[in-house]
């Protein structure tokens, strides 16, 4: 697998998905992606916006500020779902490859999820992650962006029959997620272009990230 660009690698992944996961429960997952593409949420935040500021901590528990971070260059910005979500580390595994690429176009990296600072830390220690893992309780900033919703019923009935408690997770009492998204910002904190996109077993590839940077 480690030959293979971050789409293959996803795509792997779906298919054993499909393979090991009972029918019932990836009819549930469908039909939360569907509902999600249907109520407009796939759109987030547009290119052309202002992207809203945010103070939200580290790993280290340290506050990190978007508009901050905006005076020192462009900022590629990534919602995701958390450290347990597979798709997820694949993702940023694949974006700690082109973080020298992304810090040579004067731009940086910053992720968000509603995992609670212990799990981004375990998360960042493991994969090796050299850029910003955020945490988002309540996901309070990604509602902002237009990304948050509830987990339905059908899909936490699925989780909590893999052992896992979302709401313990993310030490909080609500279950909600993150509608997987990356955002280019420039230095002014305008969208400059967004990829939104409610299948969860999908991402933006490295290579496109770059090349959006590159416009900026």
């Known amino acids: 697998m480690n030959n293979q660009n971050l789409t293959e690698q996803l795509e792997v992944t779906t298919q054993q998905f499909k393979a090991n996961s009972p029918i019932e429960a990836q009819i549930k997952i469908g039909q939360m992606i569907e509902e999600l593409q249907k109520s407009g949420i796939a759109s987030g935040k547009q290119p052309g916006e202002k992207a809203e500021d945010f103070k939200l901590t580290n790993a280290l528990g340290r506050d990190v500020i978007l508009f901050e971070e905006l005076a020192k260059g462009p900022v590629v910005l990534v919602f995701y779902r958390g450290g347990w979500c597979p798709f997820c580390n694949m993702q940023l595994k694949a974006y700690q490859k082109i973080l020298p690429e992304i810090q040579a176009i004067g731009a940086q990296l910053i992720t968000i ?34 990304l948050l919703f509830d987990v339905p019923p059908g899909v936490k009935e699925v989780m909590e029959g893999i052992g896992l ?39 933006q590839s490295p290579e496109e990230i770059l090349q959006e940077l590159k416009k900026l």
């Open 165 to 203: 408690n979302l709401a313990e997770y993310n030490n909080t009492s609500k279950w909600v997620l993150p509608v997987p998204a990356t955002f280019m910002i420039d230095e002014s904190a305008i969208i400059r272009s967004s990829y939104v996109n409610p299948n969860f077993m999908q991402r």
């Open 113 to 146: 999820s509603p995992q609670k600072p212990d799990h981004s830390l375990s998360l960042q220690e493991k994969e090796g992650l050299e850029f910003q893992v955020l945490s988002d309780p309540n996901g309070l900033v990604t509602a902002k962006y237009n």
